[in-house]
């Protein structure tokens, strides 16, 4: 995820409490530094997978040049992309999603030296070159899903004219063939979540537009419309708001999220998050001891991990339990983790980020 683009999101009302407890951090059998980018001055924000031997990665260089790198079964490998196709020359690539070997899309940003406003755009790859698209301009990149099925992505974002507390939001679908608008879920869709059969899922804010006061929960798209969960109950004091900042539908009855808490004068964090279940009727909820959620993927059983943003540790949820597990560093440096993702048919996963100056993966299982 984003170190520059990530906006300032919307949180949910407050109340009720939580469930689980936090076990102190153990040893991981498993996760490990595979790969680490071949330079200085390069960091990595999201990766995705299709299956053990095809997955892309997606950052920057030095000076906001794009960065893909390829997962080949073998090695990871950098991929040359066009500078030409960015419609700006400082660029960063922030989200990748892929339907195909043939399907890839890395979502991003750029921006005019000496320019406050951002474009976002898109590098598609079809199998043989790759080609560029213009999102929208004066604006940031919320999110991009897919749902697997082939051709569809889906890519949401705010941005100009912004008034009374509130700017324009947008999401596009891409159905293989053309890009369309889709409707927004009331004042925006931040975080998106899909898969396959159980549509897809949004985070959004259920208050009312031009107002400062926010309240997110999930919405999910029919086909035809947004149809909003009611917001969930947390326990924290009454200046933080609740941010979902992650999605994973595993059906339509069985959706989960990770939520921090944001001041929502300041903008500081909690030192406590949560991992939160929908299962079509009512929440439950997991604490988890971080301050920072970021990302949120499948075990492959019947769990989940989790990346903070700031410390060494991952986050897994096995049993209701949540447990801190230690991952590999070197220099005495914590990962800056940006993203994990399950390779299909496995119980592995890589997990892309920084570790100081370079792009960092590390992998778990075989």
């Not at 520059?4 to 407890?21: D, M």
């Not at 951002?118 to 598609?124: A, E, P």
Request: glycine fraction near 10%; include cysteine; proline fraction near 4%.
């Amino acid at each position: 995820m984003s170190r520059l683009l990530r906006p300032v999101l919307a949180g949910t009302a407050l109340g009720a409490a939580v469930l689980g407890l936090a076990v102190p951090a153990q040893a991981a059998p498993g996760w490990r530094i595979t790969h680490r980018t071949a330079a200085d001055y390069r960091e990595l924000h999201d990766v995705t997978a299709l299956n053990a031997t095809t997955a892309w990665a997606v950052g920057s260089r030095q000076d906001s040049i794009m960065l893909v790198e390829r997962w080949d079964g073998r090695a990871w490998r950098e991929m040359p992309v066009p500078a030409a196709l960015a419609p700006e020359k400082n660029a960063v690539l922030e989200r990748v999603v892929a339907t195909s070997a043939k399907d890839v899309w890395a979502i991003g940003a750029a921006r005019k030296d000496g320019v406050d406003g951002l474009t976002i755009f898109g590098v598609h790859w079809d199998g043989t070159r790759w080609t560029g698209r213009t999102f929208a301009k004066n604006a940031w990149l919320n999110d991009v899903t897919t749902t697997g099925a082939p051709g569809e992505v889906w890519v949401s974002g705010g941005g100009a004219p912004c008034k009374a507390w509130s700017c324009k939001q947008w999401i596009q679908r891409f159905d293989g063939k053309t890009w369309r608008a889709v409707p927004v879920p009331n004042d925006g869709a931040y975080r998106l979540g899909a898969r396959k059969g159980t549509g897809v899922w949004a985070s959004a804010d259920l208050t009312k537009h031009n107002t400062r006061e926010s309240r997110q929960s999930l919405t999910r798209w029919t086909g035809k419309k947004w149809q909003a969960v009611a917001a969930p109950k947390f326990s924290v004091p009454k200046a933080y708001e609740a941010i979902f900042s992650d999605i994973h539908a595993v059906g339509p009855k069985d959706v989960w999220a990770t939520v921090s808490f944001q001041n929502s004068a300041g903008g500081g964090y909690l030192n406590k998050s949560a991992l939160v279940h929908w299962n079509g009727k009512k929440w439950k909820q997991y604490p988890v001891k971080a301050k920072r959620l970021v990302s949120l993927a499948h075990d492959g059983k019947k769990g989940f991990w989790m990346a903070s943003s700031s410390g060494s540790d991952l986050f897994h949820i096995a049993d209701a339990k949540v447990s801190a597990v230690a991952v590999p560093s070197w220099g005495g440096r914590d990962g800056d983790y940006g993203d994990l993702a399950l390779i299909p048919g496995t119980r592995s996963l890589w997990a892309a980020g920084t570790l100081g100056r370079q792009g960092v993966i590390w992998k778990y299982g075989a």
